[in-house]
């Protein structure tokens, strides 16, 4: 950034919205009261659908469910979807916050933002949410990298958090092994300061959870796992570094243990005995923590029918969960955790290419499986990256069975032929939809690409796509995969400067496995 971009960055922050969610009405609320801020808008909204498909994470895209439908109003810009396949909270930031820099259908390049904004989709803003958190941008040092709001009426400090897009970035972003809407802010927050930025409390910038729903469903215990994490990663005493609170774990404990003490002397009064007194000391001091941890979440959980159960109910499985819980994750970081890499990093393990003008000579709106041409090199190619271990897919547009030209049937059986030819993928996807059809999968969109990596069991910085317009590369970026561009004749040049300043131009497949094999790790 030079001089004069910092200048109008500090002086007019630009900043945008990332909305995860599983589904349900939750995020067209958020864009509503979005619409109606008092405040500034933002210059960009990401609504990341992160649903699984029906029958778990490994479907085709075509089983995913129906895309979410959310619009915008007011000063709210209308919302880019995203799909970033039910891999989790973590994730689904990832995409968002990727998607924001990618080209779209209607855009050659994502607007510049400064700052990204991260709102849970259970959340509730008052009007005047944008202006304080306008006043928190504006006030932000060079070297803030984030700035944490509060969740009014929870204790929460995650919904509302703001982070620095360069900053992002220095550190690649969320950690997806956090599974849970738990720990990531925490983890993020403790990287950014170890790599040399601040991370601020902002005044003006908490938001209130809408509690409409029972709570009392075993998260915040199965978000025990992730302490054990958190511990691999930052040592001991990542909760006072990070300023988290303590928790409850000891208590937890203590109250399994007197669970176990109770449980103990059941087979001395199954004969006739009396209790013997540890027994009866475990069970009543079972009695009485579990009385207590039943009057904290009846304090701080929702009210009615839902409230009454989560009081009453959950209490008395909640220790003994969180425990398990904690001990699974001990388990299995027992030998610690490597830094969380960022979405471009890991191994490499799949290579997906585009169809028409990478794979096969370019026919336009081709439904003829007999007129498939395999472009030089392309038998090889796959040839190569099985050779290497690497699994193999192809994503394509096919815009053609939108406008009607050619039907699906058509479409897919020119796509089998070329497969054929090939000698076989691990994985195909390909989008039916025309330009202006606002789909997610869409290449520049990351649909389709987020689609092949979770059908191959494969985190999207695993992945690498190689395609011959900006479009394949633009598709990689935002789902956070690796890209690589092999121009034809027909490549608009600014696509071609575009991925040489980025060091991803090849002039052929061969040399764009030669980038891509040569780089991993």
């Known amino acids: 950034m030079n001089d004069a971009e910092g200048r109008e960055h500090r002086g007019s922050p630009r900043w945008a919205v990332v909305v995860p969610t599983a589904g349900g009405p939750g995020p067209q609320r958020l864009l509503d009261a979005l619409a109606a801020q008092t405040g500034p808008a933002p210059v960009a909204v990401v609504v990341v659908d992160d649903r699984r498909a029906g029958g778990g994470a ?3 895209a075509d089983r995913l469910p129906p895309p979410l439908v959310v619009t915008g109003g007011g000063a709210c810009p209308e919302p880019l979807v995203v799909r970033s396949g039910g891999r989790g909270p973590a994730a689904a930031r990832n995409a968002g916050w990727r998607a924001l820099a990618a080209p779209t259908a209607e855009r050659t390049a994502g607007p510049r933002v400064g700052w990204v904004v991260f709102l849970d989709d259970d959340v509730e803003l008052p009007p005047t949410w944008s202006r304080g958190l306008a006043a928190d ?7 803030t990298g984030g700035i944490v709001g509060t969740v009014r009426g929870s204790g929460r400090a995650s919904p509302g958090a703001v ?15 956090l599974g849970r809407a738990h720990r990531e802010h925490a983890d993020i927050a403790l990287r950014l300061q170890r790599a040399g930025w601040a991370v601020e409390r902002g005044a003006r910038t908490g938001v209130a959870r809408a509690r409409t729903a029972d709570e009392g469903g075993g998260q915040q215990e199965r978000d025990s796992a992730d302490d054990a994490l958190m511990a691999a990663l930052h040592g001991p005493a990542w909760r006072e570094e990070a300023q988290v609170p303590p928790g409850r774990l000891r208590w937890h404990l203590a109250t399994t243990a007197a669970a176990a003490l109770a449980v103990a002397g059941l087979p001395a009064v199954l004969r006739g005995r009396p209790l013997p007194a540890p027994s009866a000391v475990g069970a009543l001091a079972w009695a009485g923590l579990t ?8 304090a701080s959980g929702p009210r009615g029918a839902a409230g009454v159960r989560r009081a009453l109910l959950a209490p008395a499985a909640v220790p003994l969960a969180a425990v398990w819980h904690r001990a699974r994750g001990a388990w299995r970081w ?5 830094p969380w890499p960022g979405p471009a990093g890991g191994p490499l393990r799949a290579v997906l290419f585009d169809r028409d003008g990478t794979l096969v000579h370019d026919v336009p709106y081709n439904g003829d499986p007999a007129k498939v041409v395999l472009v030089d090199g392309a038998v090889e190619a796959l040839a190569r990256v099985r050779a290497a271990g690497l699994a193999t897919g192809v994503v394509t547009n096919q815009s053609g069975i939108a406008r009607r030209i050619i039907t699906r049937a058509q479409a897919d059986a020119t796509t089998a032929e070329a497969v054929r030819r090939l000698g076989g993928v691990d994985v195909v ?12 999968c869409r290449k520049p969109a990351p649909g389709m690409v987020l689609a092949a990596a979770v059908r191959l069991g494969l985190a999207p910085g695993q992945v690498a796509v190689v395609g011959d317009i900006g479009a ?6 935002a789902a956070g995969a690796r890209g690589v561009l092999v121009p034809t004749a027909t490549t608009r040049p600014e696509d071609v400067e575009a991925a040489r300043a980025a060091g991803v131009l090849a002039p052929d497949l061969s040399g764009a496995l030669d980038l891509l094999l040569g780089s991993r790790s």
Not at 137 to 143: F, K, S
Not at 472 to 477: L, S
């Open 58 to 60: 490994h479907e085709d």
């Open 429 to 440: 996807q390909s989008c039916p939809h025309g330009p202006g059809d606002g789909c997610p």
């Open 334 to 338: 027992r030998h610690g955790a490597q």
């Open 137 to 143: 941008l504006a006030a932000a040092g060079e070297r």
């Open 291 to 298: 009385a207590d941890l039943a009057l904290r979440r009846s």
């Open 163 to 177: 982070y620095r897009a360069e900053a992002l970035a220095a550190v690649g972003g969320f950690d997806e092994r």
């Open 472 to 477: 394949d590369v633009g598709a990689a970026r």
